[in-house]
T-cell receptor, first 111, second 105 residues
Framework: DAGVIQSPRHEVTEMGQEVTLRCKPI?????LFWYRQTMMRGLELLIY????????DSGMPEDRFSAKMPNASFSTLKIQPSEPRDSAVYFC?????????FGPGTRLTVL | QKEVEQNSGPLSVPEGAIASLNCTYS??????FFWYRQYSGKSPELIMS????GDKEDGRFTAQLNKASQYVSLLIRDSQPSDSATYLC?????FGTGTSLTVIP
C-alpha cells in the first residue's frame, strides 16, 4: 500500500483565498484524522471521522475551517477565507487497531 | 482537548547512553498510549504502543506506563546519532508538544 496520501505537499496562497487540502487514507482503515502542527502549539487535533462520519470537530479553530469525508477513500479540509495565522503543516492520518499512520503533510503558507 | 504534557527539552545525550523521555496525561479514561518519532521536515512515525501498566520492550526501546500516576515514559538504550529527532507522546490520538533529542557522537 502507498500509505496515506496528501495533496498538495506545499501550498502558498494569499490572505482571503480559499484553500483545500486533500487526503486519501490507507485502504481498510476506518478512522481518519486531521491535525495541524506549529512550533508554538505542537500537533493539534482538528477533527476525526469514524466510518466517514465526523465524530469530534471541537478542535476546528473556527467557522472558516470545514472538513468532509464523502467516502472511505477521500477527505478534504477547507479553509475559507485563509489568514496568515493558518500557516502550518497539516497532517492527515488514518488508524487501524488503535495505531495511526500519518501522511507526508501539506505545508501551508498564507501571505 | 485532552492534555498531554512532555518535558520540553531539548535533551542531549552522548552516543551509547540511555535517553529518558517522560509524559503525563490528563484524561484518566485513556486506554492506549503511543510514542512517535518525528525527524525534521517529516511526518510522525509510530515506534511504540502500550496499553497496560508496566513495561514493554522492543529492541532498544522500552515504554513504561503507570495509569495510577497518569505517566508514560520511553527509554532508549544505547542511543545512536540516528535517534536524534523529536519524540511525541500520545494518549489515544491526543499529542504532546514533543521532546527534541540530540545524540552526540
Amino acid at each position: 500500500d502507498a500509505g496515506v496520501i496528501q495533496s498538495p505537499r506545499h501550498e502558498v496562497t494569499e490572505m482571503g483565498q480559499e484553500v483545500t487540502l486533500r487526503c486519501k487514507p490507507i485502504s481498510g482503515h476506518n478512522s481518519l484524522f486531521w491535525y495541524r502542527q506549529t512550533m508554538m502549539r505542537g500537533l493539534e487535533l482538528l477533527i476525526y471521522f469514524n466510518n466517514n462520519v465526523p465524530i469530534d470537530d471541537s478542535g476546528m479553530p473556527e467557522d472558516r475551517f470545514s472538513a468532509k469525508m464523502p467516502n472511505a477513500s477521500f477527505s478534504t479540509l477547507k479553509i475559507q477565507p485563509s489568514e496568515p495565522r493558518d500557516s502550518a503543516v497539516y497532517f492527515c492520518a488514518s488508524r487501524w487497531r488503535g495505531e495511526q499512520f500519518f501522511g507526508p503533510g501539506t505545508r501551508l503558507t498564507v501571505l | 482537548q485532552k492534555e498531554v504534557e512532555q518535558n520540553s527539552g531539548p535533551l542531549s545525550v552522548p552516543e551509547g547512553a540511555i535517553a529518558s523521555l517522560n509524559c503525563t496525561y490528563s484524561d484518566r479514561g485513556s486506554q492506549s498510549f503511543f510514542w512517535y518519532r518525528q525527524y525534521s521536515g517529516k511526518s510522525p512515525e509510530l515506534i511504540m504502543s502500550i496499553y497496560s501498566n508496566g513495561d514493554k520492550e522492543d529492541g532498544r526501546f522500552t515504554a513504561q506506563l503507570n495509569k495510577a500516576s497518569q505517566y508514560v515514559s520511553l527509554l532508549i538504550r544505547d542511543s545512536q546519532p540516528s535517534d536524534s529527532a523529536t519524540y511525541l507522546c500520545a494518549a489515544s490520538f491526543y499529542f504532546g508538544t514533543g521532546t527534541s533529542l540530540t545524540v552526540i557522537p
